[in-house]
């Protein structure tokens, strides 16, 4: 079985959605990822959403901030390593969600974002 499903869809490009702890932890990961050419994009959501979910057998509650990261189908797998190497949570929400369609030049402009630099 492999270690990381892949997406099964033949989508181009993906949202990303990741929930941080603070606002400081979202905001460097978002500085990598894009610095890192892992991600064209990360929407962080100044204000903080109420969680509620299931962990370790307790429904819990917490403030988290939110990004939503754009991304495409190649860098998908390297972004998720990263994600979960800089985050301080046992298990990081990350959900890929494809994108269907959008505006083409919007497309090439995040193509080119996460294209890496020729060494």
């Not at 499903?5 to 989508?11: D, G, L, Q, V």
């Not at 204000?47 to 939110?66: D, I, Q, T």
């Not at 990350?94 to 060494?119: D, M, N, Q």
């Amino acid at each position: 079985m492999p270690k990381h499903p892949m997406p099964k869809t033949r989508a181009r490009y993906f949202v990303v959605l990741v929930t941080c702890g603070s606002r400081a932890e979202a905001q460097r990961i978002a500085r990598q990822i894009v610095s890192k050419r892992l991600a064209a994009c990360a929407n962080l959501f100044e204000a903080p959403v109420a969680s509620v979910y299931r962990w370790k057998g307790k429904v819990e509650k917490a403030r988290e901030f939110l990004l939503l990261i754009k991304t495409s189908a190649a860098r998908l797998a390297a972004l998720e390593a990263e994600v979960k190497r800089l985050h301080s949570y046992d298990v990081p929400e990350f959900i890929a969600l494809p994108i269907a369609a959008g505006s083409p030049v919007y497309l090439r402009w995040l193509a080119g974002c996460v294209t890496p630099e020729p060494k």
